[in-house]
């Protein structure tokens, strides 16, 4: 399984930008998936995810309300759309791919096997 995000870029604070994650694999529909970022000098940390089915979704404080996740499963896409970006938005966004089969929406690192490489956003106050 590869992962591949992409669309980061320079934003300005309010402004959009949609994040995209492609998935290789066959089984990509049966698995949960999430992105999570990572900020300059901090850990990585969970920013949504969307189970298998793409039924039911999970944000984290920060974001919620303003982005939203969804997943193409014929494309093997998963995409992060974010909407009044703030500055503490800025970092590198990672997608993930969940490690159990038909999961639901796991917000903890440990519930996801595959890594992409990650994009960098950068939101300009």
């Known amino acids: 399984v590869q992962l591949q995000a992409f669309g980061g870029g320079l934003v300005q604070a309010g402004g959009s930008l949609t994040l995209s994650c492609a998935a290789s694999?066959?089984?990509?529909?049966?698995?949960?998936m999430g992105w999570f970022r990572q900020a300059p000098g901090k850990e990585r940390v969970f920013v949504a995810s969307?189970?298998?089915?793409?039924?039911?979704?999970s944000f984290a404080d920060s974001v919620r309300g303003r982005f939203t996740i969804s997943r193409d499963n014929a494309k093997n896409m998963v995409y992060l759309k974010m909407n009044n970006l703030k500055s503490e938005d800025t970092a590198v966004y990672y997608c993930?791919?969940?490690?159990?089969?038909?999961?639901?929406?796991?917000?903890?690192?440990?519930?996801?096997?595959?890594w992409g490489q990650g994009t960098q956003v950068t939101v300009s106050s």
């Open positions: 694999g066959r089984t990509f529909r049966d698995y949960p």
């Open positions: 969307i189970d298998w089915s793409g039924g039911s979704t």
């Open positions: 993930a791919r969940g490690s159990t089969l038909f999961g639901g929406t796991y917000i903890t690192e440990d519930n996801y096997n595959y």
